[in-house]
């Protein structure tokens, strides 16, 4: 179910965003079954990543909600309007604290860009899975190998 859209309207302020969606679209969680917030996102929070990840830990403990995000690196430091953001931080330093925000609100983190994914939860997920695939395919080669030996 998809509830909200929020922007920012020029700012990165994460936390009224945040507080918005928590306060006006989750006081009824109890109807709901499971519930997401999904940020996508071009650039680093206006507050502090600690900040942040402490806030959204709270809140997701007590909603039962995780926070997925989405960040699209840029090649620009600033936008179109040539407004330079309150806060900036390189590519690298905006994925490690968006990394820190997610691990605190049990979601998923993705980071891609004109290039193609650079990171992504899911898929690191994905190929773990496929690596344990392989080893236990090996592992059942080589079993069924030996009793062919000893027969």
């Known amino acids: 179910r998809w509830v909200l859209s929020l922007q920012c309207k020029g ?5 009224s965003a945040l507080r918005r969606a928590v306060e006006v ?20 929070p206006d507050q502090e990543t600690h900040t942040v990840s402490a806030y959204v830990a709270e809140v997701c403990r007590g909603f039962d909600l995780q926070l ?11 936008d179109s309007k040539g407004v330079i953001p309150a806060r900036y931080a390189n590519p690298t330093e905006t994925a490690s604290a968006f990394k820190e925000i997610v691990q605190a609100a049990n979601g998923r983190f993705h980071w891609f860009g004109e290039a193609g994914i650079f990171e992504s939860d899911d898929i690191t997920i994905i190929m773990s899975e496929m690596e344990k695939a392989k080893n236990y ?8 190998e030996s009793l062919k030996q000893r027969s």
């Not at 679209?25 to 680093?44: A, R, V």
């Not at 997925?68 to 600033?78: E, R, Y």
């Not at 395919?137 to 069924?144: E, G, H, I, R, Y």
């Open 25 to 44: 679209d989750f006081k009824d969680k109890d109807k709901h079954k499971s519930q997401g917030l999904y940020l996508l996102t071009t650039g680093i």
């Open 137 to 144: 395919s090996q592992k059942c080669a080589s079993l069924v």
């Open 11 to 15: 700012s990165r302020n994460l936390m």
């Open 68 to 78: 997925h995000v989405c960040l699209f690196s840029v090649m620009k430091d600033i």
